[in-house]
C-alpha cells in the first residue's frame, strides 16, 4: 500500500504517529486509574514535570510524592484526559528523542455522571526511547489563556 | 520516507492504525446519524454488544431492536461520539483479529446549540477482518467510576 | 515492522493519516492564537471556506476580513479546536489532492477557568499538496442537527 504523502522535512510517519499516540493511550490509562506508580514509570528515572503553576516535580521520587498528595480530590470522580492535535518533531541527530505537543481537556465525572471540565491545556514534552519503548523525559504544562491577535 | 521507531512485540503500525480509525469514523457516523441498519452492518452477523448497565445484545437483529427502541430520546438533538487514547493491539496467530480500547465521550446538542454531556465511557472491542474490511464482532461498554488510588 | 491490513480500494496509509493530522495541528494551533495571517496561509490563494450560516469567503483577502470582524468575541477567551473521526480520501488520479472530513468541537476558557461549548459541527475540507505541503483549497462547515431516524 503506498500513497503519495509531503515531502518536508522530518514529515512524522504513520509508524512513529502510532508509536506516541500508543504511548500516551498507555500513559493516560495509568494516570485516570490512578495509578501513580505505574504513571511514574512511564517517565524516565530523572523525568520532570513543570505543572502549570510553576511547580516543579523532578524525579519519580518527586512525581510520586506530589501525586500522593493530590489522591484526596479525585476520591469520588473518575478523570479522563482527552488529547488533541499532536504534533511530533524528531531529530535527525538523534532518532531516540521525540519533541510532542498536544492539547489537553480532562473530565471529571462523578457518581451521579455529570460530567465537569478543568480548563484546557497544552504540554509540551519530550519523549525518549529507550530499549525500544518511550518514557517522558520532560513535560511542560501551559494553562491556555487568551490569545492577543496579530 | 523512513524513522526509527520501537521494537516492542506487537507495535502497532500507522497502516493499521489509520485502518482502525477509519473503521470507527465509518461506524460513529451512521450510529450519529441514526442510520440503525448501517450501523448494524459494521457488525459481524454474530456481533455483540454488552451495554455499561449489563443487557448484552447479540446478533444485527437484537441489537436493531435495541436501538429502535431507543430512537426517541434522540428527536431533538444530534449526538456525537468523541473518541480517546485507541490501544490496538493484535494477534500474531491471527492477523485478521484486532483488540481495540478506546474511550468514549457523548456530546448532545440541542436545537438552540446547547451542549450536554453524557458520563464518559471505556470500550473493548474485537474487531475482526472479513473480505479486507474491519467489522465489530464483540462490544463490552464499560461505565467510568471512580478508581481506587494505588 | 509488517501487520496485515485491510485491502479496500482507497484505504488510507498511515503516512498520509499522519501527514493529514499534523496538518490540522498546525492549522488549528494558527486559529487558536489568532494568528489570523498565519492561518489564511495554510489556505490555498484562492481558497474558500462556507461557513455553517451559509456565508462564504472566498480567498485569502476576504478570510481575513472576515476574521479580523470576529476577533472582539476571543478578547477574553482561550478557543481550541478539537477534532475526531477523520474519515480521508485520496484520488488515485490525483495523488495530491485529498478529501477529509472531520467532527469539531470548540471549547472556550475563560480567564477564571470556566469551560464552555460551542455546538458541534462537522467539516468537509479539500485539501491539496504544493510543493510537498498540505494547504486547505475548500472547506464547507455544517452545524450538527437533529437527525432523521432511518
Chains 1, 2, 3 share one sequence.
Do not use: C
Request: negative net charge; hydrophobic residues 35%; proline residues 3%.
Amino acid at each position: 500500500m503506498s500513497q503519495s504523502v509531503g515531502t518536508l522535512h522530518q514529515q512524522v510517519t504513520g509508524d512513529l504517529y502510532a508509536e506516541v499516540q500508543t504511548f500516551y493511550a498507555r500513559q493516560m490509562r495509568r494516570v485516570d486509574a490512578l495509578d501513580i506508580e505505574g504513571f511514574a514509570e512511564t517517565f524516565t528515572e530523572d523525568g520532570s514535570v513543570t505543572h502549570a503553576g510553576g511547580q516543579r516535580q523532578s524525579g519519580r521520587a518527586e512525581m510520586l510524592a506530589g501525586m500522593r498528595a493530590n489522591l484526596p480530590r479525585y476520591k469520588d470522580i473518575a478523570v479522563r484526559h482527552w488529547f488533541g492535535h499532536l504534533l511530533i518533531e524528531t531529530d535527525p541527530a538523534d532518532e531516540d528523542t521525540v519533541r510532542v505537543s498536544y492539547y489537553t481537556l480532562v473530565t471529571q465525572t462523578d457518581r451521579e455522571g455529570k460530567v465537569s471540565f478543568q480548563p484546557t491545556f497544552t504540554v509540551d514534552d519530550v519523549l525518549v526511547r529507550r530499549d525500544g519503548r518511550l518514557l517522558t523525559q520532560s513535560r511542560v504544562i501551559h494553562r491556555d489563556s487568551p490569545a492577543a491577535a496579530s
